[in-house]
């Protein structure tokens, strides 16, 4: 893609920010921040059981 019709063309490359309070997370503590989406797991799985189950019933 042309670097002017980019839409972010004006700050791809800017340099990373380092934050100088903050020291940066480790991969465990970043993974924790994802922790609460577990709860959602098994949700796909229980909706098409729901839907499978349903369409035995109407056929």
Do not use: C
Not at 15 to 36: E, G, I
Not at 41 to 48: P, R, V
């Amino acid at each position: 893609m042309d670097k002017e019709k980019h839409p972010y063309a004006d700050i791809i490359d800017l340099p990373h920010h380092v934050s100088r309070k903050h020291p940066p997370l480790t991969m465990r503590q970043r993974a924790a921040q994802f922790k609460p989406f577990e709860a959602v797991k098994g949700h796909k799985e229980a909706i098409l059981k729901v839907i499978e189950d349903n369409e035995k019933k109407y056929e």
